[in-house]
């Protein structure tokens, strides 16, 4: 993790330099202001990294000398079939369409949002997938 955290740190660096000089030169301000948006998402996910990674154990992509062989094993628990992010890929993409064609078109989508994100919260919380 340390060395996606330094990764994203100076891609962060180069995209803010990118973002004054873009600014300086093209005085466009939708270009610019989506350049120091991306800084702040870079920043933001290398700090995330970099802050985790000194409270997990070092991982085999730390360490110089590791194998392949070593990072092997169960990575975490994943949903085997879900379909709440379907419902949610749906109602995020004609929230995104609402603002191309029309804000009224969130009124269809927010309720299938809130639908997904509820569904996905309390998915292992009914149904066959229920804990026990």
Not at 13 to 37: C, D, H, N, Q, R
Not at 99 to 124: C, D, H, M, R, T
């Amino acid at each position: 993790m340390k060395v996606q955290g330094r990764m994203f740190i100076w891609l962060s660096v180069f995209i803010l330099a990118m973002a004054i000089v873009y600014g300086v030169w093209s005085k466009e301000p939708a270009g610019t202001t989506a350049l120091f948006l991306a800084f702040g998402l870079s920043i933001m996910i290398g700090y995330y990294l970099a802050f985790t990674a000194r409270r997990v154990d070092t991982g085999a992509q730390d360490n110089k000398d590791a194998d392949v062989a070593d990072d092997a094993g169960e990575l975490g628990f994943f949903s085997p079939h879900s379909w709440q992010p379907l419902a949610l890929g749906v109602g995020a993409s004609l929230a995104f369409l609402g603002v191309v064609f029309g804000w009224w078109l969130l009124y269809f989508s927010a309720p299938i949002i809130l639908i997904g994100i509820w569904g996905w919260v309390f998915e292992y919380y009914r149904g066959e997938n229920q804990n026990q």
